[in-house]
Every structure is written in structure tokens, then in C-alpha cells.
């Protein structure tokens, strides 16, 4: 079965560095997703993204964070100056185009991000 | 706006013992509904869901969920719990086609303990 995979699995950075987290959809999904999870609380929707712009973000994604599809397979989330509280586990999803369908049922593995 | 409510934070059964874990929604139709499993350290995995029709849903591992419109209620059940199953459950809400956003609600989780 297709997969949604997500790189690196485990990534430490120092607090105000830029970190980047990657993603690879399932290859014929065009809704692309991000969430994360701060340790121990619920999963969070960050920002969804189709037709290469965001369709709808939360008030968690801020000026501080950035999507992009900067080919035909990669997802990235960038958050250009990291927080302590950045530090949680991101999880990217996919899913098709029909709304029924339309729902993140594909999950990644997740980035575990470690902000120092 | 659409919100989950899952009541137990944690729950210990026994090896064989009979399991349900309590989902509410709050929602202004009826949302698509979802429960994931996820493990240790792993990605969110997709156990069933609930688009219309039947409103008991048979889903992976030997877990139903039954909807209650009348309770906004979709609580997920299995007749026998083997040890492999503790981990943490998440319900999950999504909109219907133009009713919200597409991005997955997630209650808070329950975390499942499976004793010998």
C-alpha cells in the first residue's frame, strides 16, 4: 500500500535556526497536509495546501512557517526561526481530490522536532 | 465550528476483555468520522470511518464504531483486546463538502493499557 514518508524522523535544532521538514505524498494524492502534535496534547491542523498554494491554515501557522511543493513529489514545511515551543512531532498527510475521499486519511510517520 | 470530545484519558483492560472507548462531537450536520491508532513512536494509523450509510462501521483489527446522531456519539469498540492493542485512539471529525474545513478536528486521545 502507498505511503506517505517523512524526513528526517528525529531532527534537533538550536532555538532561532531555520529547519526544514520534508514529506513525500502518495504520489497520485494532490490535498497535502500538515499537523503536529506538542508531547502529550492533541494533534493539531497546521495548513493545507492544493493546486500549489495553501487552501486553509490555522492561527498556529504564522509568519513563521512556510509550505512549499518545490517538485513534483516533495512537501515541505519550513519554519524559519524555531521556538521552544516549535518543539513537537509534525505530521504530514495526503489525500485525493473528491471531498469524500478528501479527508487526511494517509498519515506519515511523523518528524520528531527537538528545538535546544 | 467542529470540536471532539474524547472523555477518557486513559483506560486499562485486560488481555480479552471487551473495550470501548467514548467519542463526542460537536458539529452543526452530520461530519465525516474517524478513529486512529497510533503507537509508540509511530505515525497515525487509520482504524475506520464513517461517511453515511450504516452507522456501524467495521474497521481494521477488529474494531466497529457505531454513530449515534441522536448523542453525536461514535464510540469505538472491540469484543477482545489483545495485548498488541495499547497504544493511544484519536477521533476524529471532518466537514462535509462545503459545510467547513477539510482538515481533521482531533479529540484529545485515549490512551489504552492492556493488562496480562
Known amino acids: 500500500e502507498p505511503e506517505v514518508t517523512q524526513t528526517p524522523s528525529h531532527q534537533v535544532t538550536q532555538m532561532g535556526q531555520e529547519v526544514i521538514l520534508r514529506c513525500v505524498p502518495i504520489?497520485?494524492?494532490?490535498?497535502f497536509y500538515w499537523y503536529r502534535q506538542i508531547l502529550g496534547q492533541k494533534v493539531e491542523f497546521l495548513v493545507s495546501?492544493?493546486?500549489?498554494?495553501?487552501?486553509?491554515k490555522s492561527e498556529i501557522f504564522d509568519d513563521q512557517f512556510s509550505v512549499e511543493r518545490p517538485d513534483g513529489s516533495n512537501f515541505t514545511l519550513k519554519i524559519r526561526s524555531t521556538k521552544l515551543e516549535d518543539s513537537a512531532m509534525y505530521f504530514c498527510?495526503?489525500?485525493?481530490?473528491?471531498?469524500?475521499?478528501?479527508?487526511?486519511?494517509?498519515f506519515g510517520d511523523g518528524t520528531r522536532l527537538s528545538i535546544l | 465550528a467542529q470540536s471532539v470530545t474524547q472523555p477518557d484519558i486513559h483506560i486499562t483492560v485486560s488481555e480479552g476483555a471487551s473495550l470501548e472507548l467514548r467519542c463526542n462531537y460537536s458539529?452543526?450536520?452530520?461530519?465525516?468520522l474517524f478513529w486512529y491508532v497510533q503507537s509508540p513512536g509511530q505515525g497515525l494509523q487509520l482504524l475506520l470511518k464513517?461517511?453515511?450509510?450504516?452507522?456501524l462501521v467495521q474497521g481494521i483489527k477488529g474494531f466497529e464504531a457505531e454513530f449515534k446522531r441522536s448523542q453525536s456519539s461514535f464510540n469505538l469498540r472491540k469484543p477482545s483486546v489483545h495485548w498488541s492493542d495499547a497504544a493511544e485512539y484519536f477521533c476524529?471529525?471532518?466537514?462535509?463538502?462545503?459545510?467547513?474545513?477539510?482538515?481533521?478536528?482531533f479529540g484529545s486521545g485515549t490512551r489504552l493499557q492492556v493488562q496480562p
Open positions: 495546501f492544493y493546486n500549489n498554494e495553501i487552501s486553509e
Open positions: 458539529y452543526g450536520a452530520t461530519p465525516y
Open positions: 476524529a471529525v471532518g466537514a462535509r463538502e462545503n459545510t467547513g474545513r477539510r482538515a481533521l478536528t
Open positions: 498527510a495526503s489525500s485525493d481530490t473528491r471531498w469524500a475521499s478528501n479527508q487526511p486519511q494517509h
Open positions: 464513517y461517511f453515511s450509510g450504516d452507522t
Open positions: 504520489s497520485n494524492h494532490l490535498y
